[in-house]
C-alpha cells in the first residue's frame, strides 16, 4: 500500500508513539471528511469510500472493497467518520512505516478489524488477505502461527495476537538499536581515523 503523490493526506503529521493525529490534523481530516460527505449523512458509502482510497492509494478495487467491509462491521452499507480516522492512522503509519507501532498501540481495534468472520480469532486465511494493511510478508505468516498459536488451533486469539504485535515491536526496537549502534561505531572510528590523520600532518611539519 502506497499514498500518491500531492494527495492532502501527506500534509498530515503521525504522533510516532500513539500512531494518532494531533487535534488540530484531526480537524482538518474532519472537515476532508464532510467534503466527501456529499450526502451529508455523517458516512461515505462504498462508490465514496472507493473513489477516496482510490484516489489517495495504489489499492486494487477488490483490496479496497475489503477494507470497506472491514470498516463496516455491521454490514450496514456505510463508514462513518471514527472508522475513517482509524483507516487514515492506519495509512499514515504504513507510509511512516510505523504499522507495527500502530498494530502494538491499537492492538484490540485492529485485531477486531483483521477477524473478518467475528470469530474472536485470527487465521491465517484473515492474515493472508488483509497482510497488506500493515505490512506483514507472506514469508512471515507460518512462522506467526509456528510461534504464537500457543493453543495449537491454528487461529490466534487475542492474546496470542497480543505477544505477536509485542515481539513485533521489541524486534523493531532491537533493530533500530543495533542500528544506532553501527552508526555511532562508524562516527567512533571516523573520528578516530580523522585523529590519526590530523597527528600525522603536525608531527611531518
Ligand atoms: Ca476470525
Ligand atoms: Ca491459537
Redesign the pocket.
Known sequence: MKLKPKCFLHFLCLDKIYCLLSVRNARALASYFQLLDVHKNNSLNDLQFYNFLHYVTDLSKAQIMLVFDLLDWDGKGEVNFDEFYMLVCIIMSHENHLEKQFMYRHCHPVFELLDIDGGH?VGPAEFQSTRFLFNIKKTELSQIFKD??????????YK?FRMFTIFCIDRQQRKAREKLRKQIAKAEAAAAEAESLSEFSFSDL
Do not use: K, P
Not at 504464537?148 to 491454528?154: L, M, Y
Open positions: 480469532t504464537f498459536d500457543i493453543s495449537g488451533d491454528e487461529q490466534l486469539n496470542e
